[in-house]
């Protein structure tokens, strides 16, 4: 027998972990954050006092187990009943849950290539394979090659993450309609869109809307998402989540966020978007090429992506380089906030690129 003190982590770790490496995106501090699609507008002023109070409520005891308030609201803002919805620790927790609720170990995944890039690993951390299936010419979600795909989950994502668009309803209706299985919809960026199924998923039975609090309500510290669906699917996503996920403070703020602070989230929704086209507006007239958006990101090809977003970093504004996305090539993803921060974002890479 091998001695004990020779065995490393790595031998210890379950097999399939061995080439799964830590996520560990460059997150070191900039003047200008563009990188990672979280607000830029500051946080929602009812929820900033909800946080501002906290200390008024114990922390010494266990939160809601499945978070009963925010499950209140957040039906009420979506129009749907509160059975229909499970929370967790930030959406990545609610898309991890549900991969592991659904899936067995040996089973497959399939996701669009582009797309949100921690699925695959979630995927794989939960023993499943994955299958990647490219968007179409326009970016579109290629239902034809996700119903051939012979997948036990499918992981539609709208809008897009990296790419920015929202699918065309009729593709995510076509997956939906030919699929035997669970479909995950990712609606991170829902709020910046007019397209949604989250109403629609409480009344089909498979169909899991992922969404957050992380994005347009500007809570990505506090860590909130949740999942709208039919009763008996949220109770499988639930066992597999556990109890106690979301923190009081977190539950406290996002119930206020939720039922008092909508008008200013509309109001901010409003300038992401006139930004968002603006900007968009400037990027071609400086010869570039930018991806349509329905979500507060903007993915612009650029070659040697990694390079251009160095030297934007020495300008204090930082992006996300996207080396060799399919079909695309490199691009870098920049996030839209107001506008002083896009006239830096223009300037630093007009610099980059020269
Ligand atoms: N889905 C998509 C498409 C995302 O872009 C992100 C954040 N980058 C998430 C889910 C996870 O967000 P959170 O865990 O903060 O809710």
């Not at 898309?95 to 170990?105: K, N, Q, V």
């Not at 794989?124 to 239902?143: C, F, K, P, Y």
């Not at 300008?315 to 006239?343: E, H, K, T």
Request: charge should be negative; aromatic fraction near 8%; hydrophobic fraction near 40%.
């Amino acid at each position: 027998m091998q001695n004990p003190d020779n065995r490393s982590a790595l031998e210890v770790a379950r097999r399939s972990y061995r080439d799964i490496s830590l996520y560990a995106p460059d997150r070191a501090p900039c003047r200008i954050d563009l990188s990672d699609n979280t607000s830029l507008f500051g946080v929602p002023p009812h929820a900033l006092a909800a946080l501002r109070a906290a200390s008024e409520f114990s922390v010494t005891r266990y939160p809601s187990v499945y978070s009963g308030d925010l499950k209140t609201v957040i039906a009420e803002y979506i129009g749907v009943l509160p059975e229909n919805v499970v929370t967790g620790c930030g959406s990545d927790d609610v898309l991890d849950s549900a991969i592991r609720a659904f899936g067995e170990p040996g089973d497959t995944l399939a996701t669009a290539n582009p797309s949100f890039a921690m699925v695959p690993l979630f995927a794989r951390m939960n023993g499943l394979s994955v299958a990647e299936i490219r968007l179409t010419e326009n970016q579109d979600v290629d239902a034809r090659g996700f119903l051939g795909a012979n997948a036990d989950i499918i992981y539609l994502c709208s809008p897009n993450n990296p790419t920015g668009n929202a699918a065309s309803p009729d593709s995510v209706a076509t997956v939906i309609a030919g699929f035997d299985g669970v479909v995950i919809l990712d609606e991170a960026y829902a709020e910046f869109t007019d397209r949604s199924f989250a109403r629609e998923a409480a009344t089909l039975p498979r169909l899991l809307v992922v969404r957050t609090l992380s994005k347009a309500f500007g809570l990505a510290g506090l860590r909130i998402g949740y999942g709208i669906g039919d009763p008996g699917l949220i109770r499988e996503v639930e066992k597999s989540r556990g109890p106690y996920k979301v923190s009081s403070a977190a539950e406290q703020a996002a119930v206020r966020a939720l039922s008092e602070d909508r008008d200013w989230v509309r109001r901010m929704v409003e300038e992401v978007r006139g930004n968002r086209g603006r900007f968009i507006d400037e990027l071609r007239r400086i010869g570039l090429n930018p991806l349509s958006s329905d979500s507060n990101f903007v993915l612009v090809p650029v070659r040697n992506a990694s390079q251009v977003a160095r030297d934007m970093r020495e300008r204090g504004v930082a992006v996300r380089p996207f080396p060799a996305l399919a079909r695309i090539g490199d691009a870098i993803r920049v996030s839209v906030g107001p506008w002083d921060m896009m006239q830096d974002a223009l300037n630093a890479l007009e610099f980059a690129l020269a």
